[in-house]
Nanobody
Framework: QVQLVESGGGLVQPGGSRRLSCAAS????????MAWYRQAPGKQRELVAA???????NYADSVKGRFTISKDTAKNTAYLQMNSLKPEDTAVYYC???????????????WGQGTQVTVSS
């Protein structure tokens, strides 16, 4: 069974930085795309950043130039480096991985449980 576990959330002051991590564990045959989403109170979940198998990255306009997504394939881990944080970045951040758990099994999306990031003075 595949599990995604996020860490690194917490309270940070405006202008500060935070790094989120997401580690996948369990039976994993291959991982394709990795992504970070976030959901603020009263809002829909939105894509923050994504990275493909070939390390092509994509960012929401609101975080371009401030956030960086990366991965460690050997560790089945995704990262989100967040700099110059703003109060509007406050949200629950969710990790998403598109992977094949075993050979011959269809590719599907897996989600972490979410980690709260609060940007406030």
């Amino acid at each position: 069974q595949v599990q995604l576990v996020e860490s690194g959330g917490g309270l940070v002051q405006p202008g500060g930085s935070r790094r989120l991590s997401c580690a996948a564990s369990g039976t994993i045959f291959s991982i394709f795309d990795m992504a970070w989403y976030r959901q603020a109170p009263g809002k829909q979940r939105e894509l923050v950043a994504a990275i493909t198998t070939g390390s092509t990255t994509n960012y929401a306009d609101s975080v371009k130039g401030r956030f960086t997504i990366s991965k460690d394939t050997a560790k089945n881990t995704a990262y989100l480096q967040m700099n110059s944080l703003k109060p509007e970045d406050t949200a629950v951040y969710y990790c998403n991985m598109r992977l094949r758990p075993r050979f011959g099994v269809p590719i599907r999306d897996y989600w972490g449980q979410g980690t709260q990031v609060t940007v406030s003075s």
